[in-house]
């Protein structure tokens, strides 16, 4: 059972990256299949992850002024179908409840694909004047989208995030919220999953159902495609006017709330896998890694093993004690090359490696995960273990990010001509951001979607260049948009 795990090895990620991240978010024990096509199982080491994620964002959430509230699974059928657009994007893919206690049902539930709905009807009820405003309410959830085609963490069935529900009193106030989560999502994604993003704005045609305005965070993945990490969406009045959220304002007049929802999933597990694996494995930021630092003892003969794990329990308790996320390995039976591949694969930042020669000279070795060959090792002394260890995690925090930056830079290009455009796009490796021109028209959207397969990622918010001319229509352009082949 011991080295089961070299039965196997990994697929080369630039052989098949399809098949690299399966093999790594099955290997590296974050989730695994399911009986129910299109679900995954989370895995302690990836729902880990999750709960890092979870814990940080709802501490970021709550200090923006919204309380987290829960809503039920089921949804009455006729309320997706209360507003126009919304229940046309999500009725191809709702699971609905016909049958109930071994009865039919009179009227069907869907299982919630997202909250607008139930939430707004709950709103209706529960805002009465201005001084109910703004309302701010997030939920922690599962949600459920029939998908046809599943990839773990990416795209399931059942999903689990956060969608944050808001009403306000006026458009401006909505509108600052909305921009407000997006910038919160920023933040976040770059300084905690260390994953350099896109910002903007949806086009219309990859707005959200029912939103006037969708904005986006977008992230370059290591095989050059975009993958949305997070939305942040502007309703305007659309579902109060639906549902009749309306308000008293201090003129004694009956006025409809506007309205924002917001929301990241666990996909974001699926960014982290591809942002930052290599070949050898995961390689997870510290700040997400629920082993930030692991200490591998090496000995072999028993006298050297009693000092050699007397020095590794040392060790462990001072970084315990400094809040370092430290395991010390003592499985044994395992080859030291066999413990440092595992650790490599679960993407652990910092391995501390300590053996009779180690303690003999008062050091340990440190290998650094975002870093490979000879550059990863360096000698720390034992008695100040802990602060070498917290300063390295800082920089390899710093350096993922870094490397991700690069590779998103190096895949970011600028396009004046269509066809040279599309030949990039069609080629071996053909992928990363595309920065052109774009007049707003759909057409021009639609035809670089059929004939390159790319869509429009983001309209950044700030828009520094001079206006110019359509890449694909000639007409004049007064806005850059990045598209590029997504998830
Ligand atoms: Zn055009």
């Not at 299982?111 to 405003?133: A, G, Y």
């Not at 925090?397 to 040279?420: H, P, V």
Request: hydrophobic share 40%; aromatic share 10%.
């Amino acid at each position: 059972m011991a080295q089961k795990q070299d039965d196997k090895k990994v697929t080369p990620r630039s052989e098949d990256f399809a098949a690299w991240y399966n093999d790594i978010c099955l290997r590296a024990e974050l989730a695994d299949y399911s009986p129910v096509r299109g679900c995954i199982v989370f895995r302690p080491d990836g729902f880990a992850i999750w709960e890092a994620l979870r814990d940080e964002l709802d501490k970021r959430i709550k200090k923006t002024g919204a309380r987290n509230a829960y809503f039920p699974l089921f949804i009455p059928k006729s309320f997706l179908e209360k507003e126009a657009q919304h229940v046309e994007g999500f009725a191809p893919e709702v699971a609905v409840v016909t049958h109930g206690g071994g009865k039919e049902l009179e009227e069907p539930l869907i299982v919630r694909p997202t909250s607008e709905t139930i939430i707004n009807h709950m709103f209706s009820q529960w805002i009465r004047s201005h001084r109910d405003l703004p309302m701010m309410l997030n939920q922690w959830a599962n949600v459920v989208r029939w998908e046809m085609r599943t990839r773990m963490f990416l795209r399931t069935t059942e999903f689990l995030w956060q969608e944050g529900h808001t009403a306000h009193a006026t458009r401006e106030e909505a509108e600052r919220e909305t921009l407000t989560i997006l910038e919160l999502y920023r933040k976040f994604v770059e300084e905690f999953l260390a994953i350099p993003l896109i910002v903007g704005r949806k086009s219309a045609a990859e707005r959200f159902p029912g939103a006037v305005e969708t904005y986006t965070i977008e992230g370059l993945m290591g095989d050059g495609r975009a993958l949305q990490c997070g939305t942040s969406h502007f309703l305007g009045q659309n579902f109060s006017k639906s549902f009749e959220t309306r308000y008293l304002d201090d003129q004694n007049q009956m006025q409809f709330v506007w309205q924002t929802s917001w929301g990241v999933s666990t996909r974001l597990l699926g960014a982290i896998v591809m942002a930052h694996g290599d070949d050898q494995g995961l390689r997870l930021p510290p700040a997400v890694a629920s082993t930030q630092a692991v200490i591998v003892p090496i000995w072999r003969k028993p006298e050297e093993g009693e000092k050699v794990m007397a020095a590794a329990r040392a060790m462990f308790d001072s970084l315990e004690q400094a809040n370092i996320r430290v395991r010390l390995d003592t499985r044994e039976g395992l080859t030291p090359g066999f413990k440092f591949n595992d650790w490599e694969m679960r993407g652990v930042p910092v391995r501390i490696e300590i053996g009779p020669r180690d303690v003999a000279s008062g050091e340990a070795v440190l290998a650094r995960r975002d870093k490979s060959g000879p550059d990863a090792k360096s000698k720390a002394s034992m008695t100040t273990i802990a602060e070498t260890v917290s300063a390295m995690l800082a920089t390899i925090q710093a350096s993922l990010y870094a490397q991700a930056k690069t590779a998103m830079i190096a895949n970011t290009r600028k396009f004046d001509d269509y066809n040279a455009f599309k030949k990039h796009m069609e080629g071996e490796g053909g992928g990363g951001f595309a920065d052109i021109y774009w007049c707003g028209n759909p057409a021009c959207e639609t035809r670089i979607r059929e004939e390159s397969k790319a869509t429009c990622r983001a309209i950044p918010l700030e828009q520094d260049t001079q206006p110019g001319k359509c890449l694909v229509c000639g007409e004049s352009a007064t806005e850059r948009a990045f598209f590029a082949k997504s998830y």
